[in-house]
């Protein structure tokens, strides 16, 4: 690995595309772009460009062309696997989409919104709460993420049982090839059934295909009603069995069904140490309900959990009688996030496996802790109604933290290993960026493999477009 | 153009490929997979195979590709756009998929079933049925078509306001590419965003990249409720305007807003000579609002149009007392595409524009008709809901089919016109095929058409699946 340097001649040019702001090469000014959220990785870059306009953009892109440099397109750089961090080949440049972060168009008669690709995420849900619209992507990163990179990570979250993943949300992007060239992929059309739907190509794509400049979103008419519960179960089989009915309890009206192992209490009440517990049992669930229209969600819900209550699935139940009691409720599911973060370094997953085999691999996963690597935490909780499971393991206290993260790998190989055996995905949503990608790529069909090759060098000849990441880094000398 | 043949040697080893009943190459046994159901198209092939395995469809591609064959996938053949029939290049094989027709799993703890690619979408959804579930992929031709072949097209329907595309009811999909390769892409999992997303490239590329010989479908809970109510408004506008209020007021319980312009009623006759329009009014609209849980549509339906009433955006309503009502109101809207089938050669257009300027479009194609083409009659209906318009016109009754046809060009040719300069797609749903290719290929950006023949040329780098179709045609010689 050595760490390349950029001509004078090279430099200047890179500065004049971007203009007097636009460009950071110095250490101080480039460290905010080379961390990551988690603090758990750090990378290199020759600088950070941060265009201002579409048009800037392909300039920068036609400049590293020109002069064989990686592409590190970044966002908001919220994300979990190193995506938007060149922690590899170090021979590239970050293109930040910060400035480029003007709402477009709100166009709420058809239910659209366009934006840069700059745009944080809270920013494109308040527009569109602005004119009675729902924009329903929502995850805890949402103050600062940037919705071109929700779009280039396919993210997840809270409401994608409801609403789908952003890459059911999005209905046209706006990217910069690799070549410079822009293609332009807005429609406004809810139906347009013309050819490859190229849009498809990078979304998910994590950057390694182009740099999305713009997208044009799906809106939904804003709930009006709202009913929240938590709920007290003996088990997670319980909490799977609850799902599938509540699916139909609810007519698909359920905007969340989050599952929180009882251990998890522990972490909220490190943020907020007045968090009580709202019910007693080994397995918590947070359930919402929501509708744009006057519809009696109430008496659904009362029913639903009636029968559940009844029939021993559900041992103990709180209906939210206000909104600042529904508050509360997510406080607990946002705590545990926060508290976790709190203690450091722990060994975070992301897992999916089909929703019925959700409790096995909570058992496989729980025993194997702690059979093989006492005195570490399991954490379980996660979107149970998609079948995505965030089991993360913190270490002992006294655990020295280099200690900490050698032993946190195995863990996380032995962690991989169980989801795999269960024809589960090592990503449900948080992607594979660096962290992941030998992991990935070992696990898949050579066919499988050779497909992705096959687009990537289509697409992406020089193999400029965020080297490193998802694909096994392919180093470029100027 | 040339029509080819097979030497014995090549037809000897497709005939072993597929064994004793799995080859046709006479005229006769070959003819009913080379019309379509439209009547207007007829194409050529050197032989149809007819693999009853995946693994023969694999020996089958193999073969093709060594002999430089080009490969027509064919479904149900129930295609709008020659997708699966020959009309150019005559140097092809048709591969059906009728005999690989089997459910191979309904798995309704999870939502979701796995079925081969020949299953007719009738049996699909009869499937789903059995275990109280939903497919609600909806479409007039669903008692023949193949759920490979709606993958393949990325198939709409009259459910996709509530439900979406093809595309959106895919988990998983399992291809054979051109090099005979098995790409297996079922998972089970609702949520896995590891890398690109490849079942997307096959999903709508009309069999150009590859042959779908399996699919992974959502499911979801089986309505127990349904409300259905036929509308009279004043105008498109109006009907434009009284949807956006009800996606609201129905808590995006709608799974269908059909418009349909009165003139249509008498096309619904020919069918049934019975049928009497439900109310009195310019421009119909069949709503329909379902549920899987015991929520009082009607409560909601019956305030939402009394409020529209009142304002006198509504003119006309009636709800439907009982199942059999309900059904007599689809009958007109299922009336109306049977009976123009009757009338013989017609335009027939797919269009697609943004809600808000259906009527713009409505207004002007029916004005380019009247005064450029006296004596066609134009029929509109539609997916309101989803933009999508089919704009049809019926030549006058006495005039001579092959007149009729010539003038039906220069028709369909001023109809995408008026729908390309109100940034619209003159494809909704019914896909490009090789009635569309090229003024679909004419009317898109340099950059999107060098994607396009980027992908092709990446994963079809002999050009055999499906020559002709979507991208021009490149004759291959064997």
């Keep these: 690995m050595t760490m390349h340097a950029l001509s004078p001649d090279a430099l200047g040019a890179l500065q004049d595309a971007v203009g007097h702001n636009g460009m950071t090469a110095d250490a101080v000014g480039m460290a905010k772009y080379l961390g990551d959220w988690s603090g758990d990785h750090h990378g290199a870059a020759l600088a950070v460009l941060r265009p201002a306009s579409v048009a800037e953009v392909q300039a920068v892109v036609r400049l590293c062309a020109s002069l064989g440099l990686g592409i ?3 966002g908001g750089n919220t994300g979990l696997v190193a995506g938007a961090i060149d922690i590899e080949t170090q ?3 970050v293109i930040s989409l910060e400035r480029l972060n003007a709402i477009r168009r709100v166009d709420a008669d058809n239910f659209v919104l366009q934006a840069d690709a700059g745009c944080i995420l809270q920013t494109v849900k308040d527009a569109a709460d602005a004119q009675d619209c729902l924009f329903p992507l929502a995850l805890g990163a949402q103050g600062s993420c940037q919705i071109g990179g929700n779009a280039a990570s396919n993210a997840g979250g809270i409401n994608v049982l409801r609403y789908g993943m952003a890459r059911d949300l999005i209905l046209g992007l706006e990217v910069v090839l690799p070549d410079g060239e822009l293609w332009d992929g807005f429609s406004g059309l809810r139906k347009n059934n013309t050819g490859y739907d190229l849009k498809q190509l ?4 994590e950057g390694t295909l182009g740099i999305i400049t713009g997208v044009e979103l799906k809106l939904f008419p804003k709930p009006v009603r709202t009913e929240t519960a938590y709920l007290g179960l003996a088990s997670f089989e319980a909490a799977v069995a609850l799902f599938r009915q509540a699916r139909r309890a609810s007519a698909d009206l359920m905007s969340a069904f989050e599952i929180i192992g009882s251990e998890c209490m522990a972490l909220a009440r490190l943020i907020d140490a007045n968090i009580v517990s709202p019910v007693e049992a080994p397995v918590h669930v947070l359930i ?11 008496t659904l819900l009362v029913d639903f959990l009636g029968e559940a209550m009844e029939s021993g699935q559900v041992i103990d ?3 939210a009688e206000s909104g600042a009691q529904a508050k509360s409720f997510w406080a607990i599911r946002e705590g545990l996030v926060e508290g976790q973060a709190k203690r450091g370094y722990h060994v975070r997953t992301d897992l999916s496996v089909r929703i019925s085999d959700i409790p096995a691999l909570i058992d496989q996963a729980r025993r194997f802790v702690a059979l093989e690597h006492q005195g570490w935490l399991p954490l379980v909780y996660g979107h149970a109604g998609d079948g995505n499971i965030h089991f993360n393991v913190l270490p002992p206290e006294a655990l020295d933290e280099r200690e900490a993260r050698a032993r946190g790998a195995d863990i996380t190989a032995g962690l991989y290993r169980i989801v795999h055996a269960l024809g589960g ?5 948080h992607g594979i960026g660096r962290t992941r990608h030998r992991t990935f790529m070992a696990g898949l069909a050579p066919v499988h493999r050779r497909l992705i090759g096959t687009l990537k060098s289509a697409l992406d ?7 490193g990441c998802l694909l096994p880094a392919t180093e470029t000398v100027p």
Tied chains: 1, 2.
């Design 202 to 205: 990078f979304i998910g794509s």
């Design 461 to 467: 000849p020089q193999g400029l477009m965020n080297p």
């Design 72 to 74: 590190i397109p970044q």
């Design 288 to 298: 919402e309900l929501s509708a744009s229209a006057a519809i009696d969600l109430r």
């Design 425 to 429: 995905s090592i990503s449900a949503e």
């Design 91 to 93: 021979n590239s440049v």
């Design 317 to 319: 139940a709180v209906l």
